[in-house]
């Protein structure tokens, strides 16, 4: 459980972040990480999303929650349903779907009729952190993650993931154990 003071840190931390002059741009005050109540009926360490809203709950006790702002998938491309995080990588590889390649050539092009997969950084979609979801052991293909386009924040533009501030994800993703439920309403 955090406790009140590990929360006014952390939400310290990543104000400070956003306030940086070393950034271009600054995410809404509504999407950046805050501490809200909740329904007390929802278990401690579960991951909620309200794609329409754009926020995503990490329930920290009955009734609390911090919670984030996140850009979701566009129409039709979004995830809904319950999910496991069954894996979570630090700088990860990314590599687009076929499904991706096939809608958007123009934009993933470099990636057809070939095994290249672009490498963890700064410059990589899924930023620096990604929580991967899976459903009955199998993986989905949708991540929670970083992104750089921290723009999209607050809108529906993705590909079906759930994009974050990397400082947000990054801090997520150290709150999140592998096996955390996840639920995408």
Not at 3 to 29: D, I, K, Y
Not at 65 to 84: D, N
Request: hydrophobic fraction near 40%; aromatic fraction near 10%.
């Amino acid at each position: 459980m955090i406790t009140r003071r590990q929360f006014v840190a952390t939400a310290a931390a990543g104000t400070a972040l956003l306030a940086s002059p070393a950034l271009a741009f600054e995410v809404e005050p509504k999407f950046r990480p805050q501490a809200v109540r909740m329904k007390a009926d929802l278990a401690p360490g579960q991951i909620l999303i309200l794609p329409r809203a754009h926020f995503l709950y990490f329930v920290t006790e009955p009734g609390r929650a911090i919670r984030y702002g996140v850009g979701v998938g566009k129409a039709g491309l979004e995830f809904s349903g319950k999910a496991i995080i069954q894996v979570k990588k630090e700088w990860p590889t990314w590599r687009p779907t076929q499904e991706m390649i096939e809608r958007d050539p123009a934009h993933y092009g470099r990636f057809a009729n070939n095994d290249y997969v672009q490498p963890g950084g700064e410059s990589n979609p899924l930023g620096a952190r990604a929580l991967y979801l899976f459903q009955n052991g199998r993986d989905t293909f949708y991540r929670i993650h970083g992104t750089t386009e921290p723009a999209s924040i607050g809108h529906s533009v993705s590909n079906g993931c759930i994009r974050m501030i990397n400082e947000h994800v990054m801090d997520l993703y150290e709150r999140v154990p592998v096996g955390t439920p996840v639920t995408v309403l």
